[in-house]
């Protein structure tokens, strides 16, 4: 005959492993709500005292929000477009005068210095400073005072330009270390020939511009510096055209140590 087990009041274990109660548990239950409602209460009453200045700042988020939205709205972009529409003036001189073939001078002249109104790369460098296209006309600037050889003004408008882009990058400090070469300043025209080829690592200006740091460094007697430049371009672009005849050159950086 199956026995009838009486229910006694189940017992609980707290943290420290001592039997609790239903009753002392419910106890515990309601300190810790009361915690909560304190806790609560406290952070009504904050924010109750201070809501005059959480408006404040919420304000000033939202209206920061809305300004920055507008300038990009109605300055950035435009500047943006307007900037690339004065850009095409001048760049066509600039494309003229690079695929001539002889000295082209004059035509520079008109890409830097504009015409009949429009802007040239000088203009459009000052007036859209901030855009894109005022960047690359810093580029199109240098490059051109650098076929005129005027070499202060070349270093000038490309230290102003800059560019994450793999080859033009590299290729406006190079640039740069160009200037310097014709001005006969081979230590300056090293440092751009080495920064022109850590830049960025592709098979095109990093070879070109290491065989140009190397021998600019066998010039400035850092024969050491030279060899493993050259070393370089044997090991990691052999197939580019600074690796044709590259023993020649590293067996003379190496005796000339």
Same mark, same amino acid.
């Given at each position: ?32 709500? %009361?915690?909560?409602? #304190? ?13 005059? %200045? +959480?408006?404040?700042?919420l304000g000033v988020v939202v209206a920061l929000i809305l300004a920055y939205q507008a ?14 529409? #004065? ?19 004059? +035509? ?6 504009? /015409? ?10 000052? #007036? ?22 005027? &070499?202060?003004?070349? +270093? ?5 330009? /800059? ?7 590299p290729i406006a400090k190079g640039a740069i270390g160009d200037a310097f070469a014709d ?8 440092? &751009? ?21 190397? %021998?600019?460094?066998? #010039? ?29 050159? +590293? %067996? ?6």
């Open positions: 005959m199956a026995t009838y087990k009486k229910r006694g009041s189940k017992k609980f274990k707290n943290e420290d492993g001592e039997a609790q109660s239903a009753v002392e548990r419910n106890s515990d239950t309601a300190k810790v709500f %009361n915690t909560l409602d #304190e806790t609560a209460s406290k952070t009504e009453d904050w924010v109750i005292k201070n809501q005059r %200045n +959480i408006f404040i700042g300038y990009t709205n109605f300055v950035s972009q435009p500047n943006e477009q307007a900037a690339a529409n #004065e850009l095409a003036f001048p760049k066509k001189y600039f494309d003229q005068a690079t695929s001539s073939p002889v000295a082209a001078d004059s +035509i520079y002249t008109l890409g830097l210095q504009g /015409s009949d109104g429009k802007f040239g790369f000088i203009d459009i460098s000052n #007036e859209f400073s901030g855009t894109n296209a005022g960047n690359l006309a810093n580029y199109y600037a240098g490059i051109s005072y650098l076929k005129m050889k005027k &070499y202060p003004e070349a +270093i000038e408008f490309l230290e102003k330009f /800059s560019s994450d882009d793999e080859l033009l990058g001005l006969n300043q081979a230590d300056d025209a090293y440092d &751009y020939y080495v920064k022109a080829a850590n830049l960025r690592d592709n098979d095109f200006t990093t070879p070109l511009f290491l065989f140009k740091a190397a %021998n600019t460094a066998m #010039e400035i007697e850092k024969y050491g510096k030279a060899q493993s430049m050259f070393e370089r371009i044997k090991s990691d672009f052999p197939s580019s055209e600074e690796a044709a005849n590259i023993d020649m050159f +590293i %067996n003379k950086a190496k005796y000339a140590q």
